[in-house]
C-alpha cells in the first residue's frame, strides 16, 4: 500500500495547492503567500461545492468535484483579476523581501516540515492502510464511507448511514451538521484514486502536518517579523519542535479535523494581521476573498479552531485599537488618554464576544463537555512552562527558547502582544487542567475542556516566541562575524541553533514517574510510542482492537457476505469494519445504545437475537433491518481494548448468546474467536410495516415473553459447514 500511499500524498498536495493558488494568484496575492494559504481556500471550495450538489438532489464523485472545483477557481481567478485591473483590489502588493527569497523561505518550511512528519507521524506506520485506533476516528472513517457510498458529500447531512438501505437499517436514524471539510477531502483522494479510505486519510493527515501547516506557519513568521529574517528562517524549526502541535493531535487523540483545523490556523491568523497591518502593500480588499474562504474552512474543519485564532489575535486586536488615535486630528489633546481608552474598549469588546458566545444556546453542548482536571494549579503552571502539555515529557530546551522570546518581545511595542497571547493561552491551559468549576468551561469550554487540544493551543502561541528566541540566540553567536566570514557564520549559525532546538525538544531523556516507577523518557520516545505496536498481546489488544489478524479474517468475510448487512457487536473491534473495510454493518456507531432515539428493531435485535428462530417479533425485526449474518471478532462476548469502558454486556445479550449450536443461525467462518454466522431464512424477505413502530417491538416481546423465560427453539440446530481457515 505504499505506493497508493505516495500517490495519495502527491495528488492531495495539487488538490490542495491548484484551486486555491489560482483563487489567490487572481487577487495578486504574491506567490509564495498564496501557495501558503491556498490549501485553506482550495477545502473551502470542495465543501461549499459538495453542499450545492447535495442541496441540488445531484449524486457527486471525486472527478465531478474537482472539475467543478477547477471550473470555479478559474472564474474565480478571472473576475479577480478583472477586478484587480480596474483598481478595485487597491494598488497591488510590495513584498518586503525578494519573491525568490520567500519562496526560498517557504521551501525550507515545507522541507522542514516533510522531513520531521516523516519522522514522527509516517516511520511508525507498519501499514498505510491500517487504522490508528482511538475513540474519534472510527466515526471519520464510517463518514467517508457513507460520502463515498451515497454520493452526498455536504456538511449539513452526515451520518454513517446514507445510502437508501442505509437509511432503513440506521439504529439512529436522521443526520446532522458536523464540520465535515477534512472528510471531504479524503473522500475526493480516495475515489478518484480508488485507494482505501485509510489510505487516504493517512495521506491527508501527513499532508495538513508536513505541507499545510509549515507552509501557514511561514506566512504567520513573516508578517509577524518582516525585518527579523533569522526569526522566520528559524521558525522552521521551531514550528515542529512541539509535541502538542500539531503530532499529539495525531498520535494521542487521533483529532483528525481539529489537526487539519489547527493546520490552516496559521494562515487564517496571517490573513487577518496582513489586513489590518497592510504588510507589503498587501491590502484589506486584496485579501478579502482568500480570507473569507480562509474562515469557511477553519469552519468546516473544526470550528474551535477559530477560538484558538481569537485567543492569538485578541491582544493584537487590542494594540491595533490603541494605535487608532494616532491617525486622528486630536488638536491637543491627550493621545495617551485616547490610546488607553480605545484599548479598553476593544478589550471589553473581546469579552463580550467570548461571553455571548459561551451562552448561546447553540454551543452549550460544546462548552457543557467536562473533562475531569488531573494536576493542581502549580503543576499545571510547571507543565505549561515546560511544554508538558499532552502528557508528554518536559520539553525544557525548548521551553527556554520559549521564555527567551517572551522577554524580548516584551522589549518591542510591534512585538509586545504576543507575549499576551502567550499568557492568555497559560492561564486557560492551567485552568482547564487544574480546576473543574464554571470558569474551566468559561475559558475552556470551547475546546471541550479538553486537554490536549487546550495544550495545542498554548503551543501555537508560543511558536512565535520559539522562533525569536532562537533568533536571539543566533544572533549572538554570529555578531562576531565580520567581512568574508559573515555568510559563512550565518550558515552554520542557523544550522547550528536549529538543530540544536530540534534536537534539545525531542532527544533529551527526562525522569519521570515515582518511587519505584522511576524511568526515564524522551519526548520523542513518547512520540514513538503512540503508535508503535506493542510487543506484548496483552497491550496489543488493548491499543488496537481492530488487529492485522482480525482485518484478514474481515476480508474473507466481506467476500461471503458481499453487500448484506451484518450484525455485529460493535466493541470487539467490528465497528471499524465499515470506514476501513466497507462491510455494511447494522452497528457502526461507538455509543448511544440503549438511549432515546434508538430504533425498536435495533434494541431488539441486540438483546433478543438468539431467539430468532421461535420469536416471531425477532424475526420482524430483521426483516426491517434487512439482515443476513452475524459477525463475532470475539465470541466470548467481551468488550476489547480501549472500547471496553463503554461496553455493557446486558445491551448485547441477544447477539453475544448466539453459538453455533443457537437454532437459526448456521456458522460459516471460524477462526480463532471470531465467528461468521448465517441468519437462515433470511433472503429475499422484505420488511413488513407496522411491529416495530415506537417500541411496539419491544412491548410485543414483552407480551409475548412474559410466561415463559425460554423464548424460541430449545432444540439443538446444526452447526453447519465451517470453512476451514
Not at 503567500?33 to 447535495?54: E, K, N, R, T
Not at 557564520?489 to 515515582?514: K, Q, T
Not at 457502526?588 to 440503549?594: D, N, T
Not at 424475526?619 to 481494548?641: F, I, K, P
Given at each position: 500500500?505504499?505506493?497508493?500511499?505516495?500517490?495519495?500524498?502527491?495528488?492531495?498536495?495539487?488538490?490542495?495547492?491548484?484551486?486555491?493558488?489560482?483563487?489567490?494568484?487572481?487577487?495578486?496575492?504574491?506567490?509564495?503567500?498564496?501557495?501558503?494559504?491556498?490549501?485553506?481556500?482550495?477545502?473551502?471550495?470542495?465543501?461549499?461545492?459538495?453542499?450545492?450538489?447535495?442541496?441540488?438532489?445531484?449524486?457527486?464523485?471525486?472527478?465531478?468535484?474537482?472539475?467543478?472545483?477547477?471550473?470555479?477557481?478559474?472564474?474565480?481567478?478571472?473576475?479577480?483579476?478583472?477586478?484587480?485591473?480596474?483598481?478595485?483590489?487597491?494598488?497591488?502588493?510590495?513584498?518586503?523581501?525578494?519573491?525568490?527569497?520567500?519562496?526560498?523561505?517557504?521551501?525550507?518550511?515545507?522541507?522542514?516540515?516533510?522531513?520531521?512528519?516523516?519522522?514522527?507521524?509516517?516511520?511508525?506506520?507498519?501499514?498505510?492502510?491500517?487504522?490508528?485506533?482511538?475513540?474519534?476516528?472510527?466515526?471519520?472513517?464510517?463518514?467517508?464511507?457513507?460520502?463515498?457510498?451515497?454520493?452526498?458529500?455536504?456538511?449539513?447531512?452526515?451520518?454513517?448511514?446514507?445510502?437508501?438501505?442505509?437509511?432503513?437499517?440506521?439504529?439512529?436514524?436522521?443526520?446532522?451538521?458536523?464540520?465535515?471539510?477534512?472528510?471531504?477531502?479524503?473522500?475526493?483522494?480516495?475515489?478518484?484514486?480508488?485507494?482505501?479510505?485509510?489510505?487516504?486519510?493517512?495521506?491527508?493527515?501527513?499532508?495538513?502536518?508536513?505541507?499545510?501547516?509549515?507552509?501557514?506557519?511561514?506566512?504567520?513568521?513573516?508578517?509577524?517579523?518582516?525585518?527579523?529574517?533569522?526569526?522566520?528562517?528559524?521558525?522552521?524549526?521551531?514550528?515542529?519542535?512541539?509535541?502538542?502541535?500539531?503530532?499529539?493531535?495525531?498520535?494521542?487523540?487521533?483529532?483528525?479535523?481539529?489537526?487539519?483545523?489547527?493546520?490552516?490556523?496559521?494562515?487564517?491568523?496571517?490573513?487577518?494581521?496582513?489586513m489590518g497591518e497592510r504588510s507589503g502593500g498587501l491590502g484589506r480588499r486584496q485579501l478579502s476573498t482568500p480570507f473569507g474562504l480562509m474562515l469557511?474552512?477553519?469552519?468546516?474543519?473544526?470550528?474551535?479552531?477559530?477560538?484558538?485564532?481569537?485567543?492569538?489575535?485578541?491582544?493584537?486586536?487590542?494594540?491595533?485599537?490603541?494605535?487608532?488615535?494616532?491617525?486622528?486630528?486630536?488638536?491637543?489633546?491627550?493621545?495617551?488618554?485616547?490610546?488607553?481608552?480605545?484599548?479598553?474598549?476593544?478589550?471589553?469588546?473581546?469579552?463580550?464576544?467570548?461571553?455571548?458566545?459561551?451562552?448561546?444556546?447553540?454551543?452549550?453542548?460544546?462548552?457543557?463537555?467536562?473533562?475531569?482536571?488531573?494536576?493542581?494549579?502549580?503543576?499545571?503552571?510547571?507543565?505549561?512552562?515546560?511544554?508538558?502539555?499532552?502528557?508528554?515529557?518536559?520539553?525544557?530546551?525548548?521551553?527556554?527558547?520559549?521564555?527567551?522570546?517572551?522577554?524580548?518581545?516584551?522589549?518591542?511595542?510591534?512585538?509586545?502582544?504576543?507575549?499576551?497571547?502567550?499568557?492568555?493561552?497559560?492561564?486557560?491551559?492551567?485552568?482547564?487542567?487544574?480546576?473543574?468549576?464554571?470558569?474551566?468551561?468559561?475559558?475552556?469550554?470551547?475546546?471541550?475542556?479538553?486537554?490536549?487540544?487546550?495544550?495545542?493551543?498554548?503551543?501555537?502561541?508560543?511558536?512565535?516566541?520559539?522562533?525569536?528566541?532562537?533568533?536571539?540566540?543566533?544572533?549572538?553567536?554570529?555578531?562576531?562575524?565580520?567581512?568574508?566570514?559573515?555568510?559563512?557564520?550565518?550558515?552554520?549559525?542557523?544550522?547550528?541553533?536549529?538543530?540544536?532546538?530540534?534536537?534539545?525538544?525531542?532527544?533529551?531523556?527526562?525522569?519521570?514517574?515515582?518511587?519505584?516507577?522511576?524511568?526515564?523518557?524522551?519526548?520523542?520516545?513518547?512520540?514513538?510510542?503512540?503508535?508503535?505496536?506493542?510487543?506484548?498481546?496483552?497491550?496489543?489488544?488493548?491499543?488496537?482492537?481492530?488487529?492485522?489478524?482480525?482485518?484478514?479474517?474481515?476480508?474473507?468475510?466481506?467476500?461471503?457476505?458481499?453487500?448484506?448487512?451484518?450484525?455485529?457487536?460493535?466493541?470487539?473491534?467490528?465497528?471499524?469494519?465499515?470506514?476501513?473495510?466497507?462491510?455494511?454493518?447494522?452497528?457502526?456507531?461507538?455509543?448511544?445504545?440503549?438511549?432515546?432515539?434508538?430504533?425498536?428493531?435495533?434494541?431488539?435485535?441486540?438483546?433478543?437475537?438468539?431467539?430468532?428462530?421461535?420469536?416471531?417479533?425477532?424475526?420482524?425485526?430483521?426483516?426491517?433491518?434487512?439482515?443476513?449474518?452475524?459477525?463475532?471478532?470475539?465470541?466470548?462476548?467481551?468488550?476489547?481494548?480501549?472500547?471496553?469502558?463503554?461496553?455493557?454486556?446486558?445491551?448485547?445479550?441477544?447477539?453475544?448468546?448466539?453459538?453455533?449450536?443457537?437454532?437459526?443461525?448456521?456458522?460459516?467462518?471460524?477462526?480463532?474467536?471470531?465467528?461468521?454466522?448465517?441468519?437462515?431464512?433470511?433472503?429475499?424477505?422484505?420488511?413488513?410495516?407496522?411491529?416495530?413502530?415506537?417500541?411496539?417491538?419491544?412491548?410485543?416481546?414483552?407480551?409475548?415473553?412474559?410466561?415463559?423465560?425460554?423464548?424460541?427453539?430449545?432444540?439443538?440446530?446444526?452447526?453447519?459447514?465451517?470453512?476451514?481457515?
Amino acid at each position: 500500500m505504499w505506493t497508493e500511499f505516495i500517490l495519495s500524498f502527491l495528488l492531495g498536495a495539487a488538490l490542495l495547492v491548484v484551486p486555491g493558488a489560482a483563487v489567490c494568484r487572481g487577487a495578486r496575492v504574491p506567490w509564495a503567500f498564496a501557495l501558503a494559504v491556498a490549501p485553506g481556500c482550495s477545502v473551502a471550495l470542495y465543501s461549499l461545492i459538495a453542499l450545492g450538489f447535495s442541496l441540488a438532489g445531484v449524486t457527486l464523485s471525486g472527478v465531478v468535484l474537482l472539475a467543478v472545483a477547477l471550473v470555479v477557481a478559474a472564474a474565480a481567478w478571472g473576475g479577480l483579476r478583472a477586478l484587480a485591473r480596474r483598481g478595485v483590489l487597491g494598488p497591488g502588493p510590495k513584498a518586503s523581501r525578494p519573491s525568490i527569497l520567500l519562496g526560498w523561505e517557504l521551501g525550507l518550511y515545507v522541507a522542514v516540515g516533510v522531513l520531521a512528519t516523516l519522522l514522527i507521524l509516517v516511520r511508525p506506520l507498519s501499514d498505510p492502510a491500517m487504522p490508528t485506533q482511538a475513540w474519534d476516528n472510527v466515526f471519520h472513517f464510517g463518514t467517508v464511507r457513507a460520502f463515498l457510498d451515497s454520493g452526498d458529500w455536504s456538511f449539513l447531512n452526515v451520518a454513517q448511514y446514507k445510502t437508501s438501505v442505509d437509511l432503513a437499517i440506521d439504529p439512529f436514524p436522521g443526520a446532522k451538521f458536523y464540520p465535515a471539510a477534512w472528510h471531504v477531502l479524503v473522500a475526493l483522494l480516495a475515489d478518484l484514486l480508488k485507494v482505501p479510505v485509510v489510505v487516504a486519510a493517512n495521506a491527508a493527515n501527513v499532508l495538513f502536518a508536513g505541507v499545510v501547516f509549515p507552509a501557514g506557519m511561514f506566512a504567520l513568521l513573516s508578517v509577524l517579523f518582516p525585518e527579523r529574517r533569522s526569526a522566520v528562517v528559524l521558525g522552521a524549526v521551531a514550528c515542529v519542535s512541539f509535541v502538542a502541535y500539531p503530532w499529539a493531535l495525531y498520535t494521542s487523540w487521533q483529532l483528525f479535523p481539529n489537526a487539519a483545523a489547527s493546520a490552516v490556523l496559521p494562515s487564517l491568523v496571517f490573513l487577518f494581521i496582513a489586513m489590518g497591518e497592510r504588510s507589503g502593500g498587501l491590502g484589506r480588499r486584496q485579501l478579502s476573498t482568500p480570507f473569507g474562504l480562509m474562515l469557511v474552512a477553519v469552519a468546516l474543519l473544526q470550528p474551535n479552531a477559530a477560538f484558538s485564532a481569537a485567543v492569538f489575535l485578541a491582544p493584537y486586536c487590542v494594540w491595533f485599537a490603541s494605535r487608532l488615535p494616532k491617525r486622528l486630528p486630536l488638536m491637543g489633546g491627550r493621545p495617551a488618554v485616547l490610546r488607553a481608552l480605545a484599548g479598553v474598549l476593544a478589550a471589553a469588546a473581546v469579552a463580550g464576544i467570548w461571553l455571548a458566545l459561551y451562552r448561546a444556546p447553540f454551543m452549550a453542548g460544546v462548552v457543557e463537555y467536562h473533562w475531569a482536571s488531573y494536576a493542581t494549579a502549580e503543576e499545571a503552571l510547571h507543565n505549561g512552562l515546560t511544554l508538558s502539555l499532552s502528557y508528554n515529557p518536559p520539553q525544557w530546551v525548548l521551553g527556554a527558547f520559549v521564555l527567551g522570546g517572551f522577554v524580548a518581545s516584551l522589549q518591542r511595542g510591534r512585538t509586545r502582544w504576543l507575549s499576551f497571547s502567550y499568557v492568555f493561552a497559560l492561564v486557560i491551559f492551567v485552568v482547564a487542567t487544574s480546576t473543574d468549576g464554571s470558569l474551566k468551561h468559561l475559558l475552556a469550554g470551547f475546546w471541550y475542556t479538553d486537554p490536549c487540544r487546550v495544550g495545542a493551543l498554548l503551543a501555537f502561541t508560543a511558536m512565535p516566541l520559539a522562533a525569536l528566541g532562537l533568533s536571539i540566540v543566533y544572533r549572538l553567536l554570529t555578531n562576531w562575524a565580520k567581512g568574508r566570514f559573515q555568510p559563512v557564520a550565518r550558515v552554520v549559525g542557523s544550522v547550528a541553533v536549529g538543530a540544536a532546538c530540534f534536537c534539545g525538544a525531542y532527544f533529551i531523556p527526562v525522569e519521570l514517574g515515582e518511587d519505584d516507577w522511576r524511568y526515564e523518557e524522551s519526548p520523542f520516545e513518547y512520540l514513538e510510542k503512540q503508535n508503535k505496536r506493542p510487543a506484548m498481546l496483552e497491550e496489543a489488544e488493548a491499543k488496537r482492537p481492530y488487529s492485522e489478524e482480525k482485518a484478514a479474517f474481515a476480508e474473507r468475510v466481506k467476500a461471503i457476505v458481499g453487500d448484506a448487512v451484518v450484525v455485529n457487536q460493535p466493541y470487539d473491534g467490528s465497528l471499524y469494519l465499515y470506514g476501513v473495510d466497507g462491510l455494511h454493518l447494522l452497528y457502526r456507531y461507538m455509543s448511544g445504545y440503549g438511549e432515546e432515539g434508538e430504533t425498536a428493531a435495533s434494541r431488539v435485535i441486540r438483546e433478543h437475537l438468539n431467539e430468532y428462530a421461535g420469536n416471531p417479533v425477532v424475526q420482524e425485526a430483521v426483516r426491517q433491518t434487512r439482515a443476513r449474518y452475524v459477525l463475532m471478532l470475539s465470541a466470548n462476548g467481551q468488550g476489547v481494548g480501549r472500547f471496553s469502558w463503554a461496553y455493557q454486556p446486558d445491551q448485547w445479550a441477544g447477539i453475544n448468546a448466539i453459538n453455533p449450536d443457537t437454532p437459526g443461525f448456521t456458522l460459516l467462518l471460524a477462526q480463532g474467536n471470531m465467528r461468521l454466522y448465517r441468519i437462515d431464512g433470511a433472503d429475499g424477505t422484505e420488511s413488513g410495516e407496522g411491529l416495530l413502530k415506537s417500541g411496539e417491538g419491544s412491548r410485543a416481546l414483552s407480551d409475548d415473553t412474559s410466561d415463559n423465560d425460554d423464548v424460541g427453539l430449545t432444540g439443538a440446530g446444526g452447526a453447519g459447514d465451517v470453512v476451514p481457515v
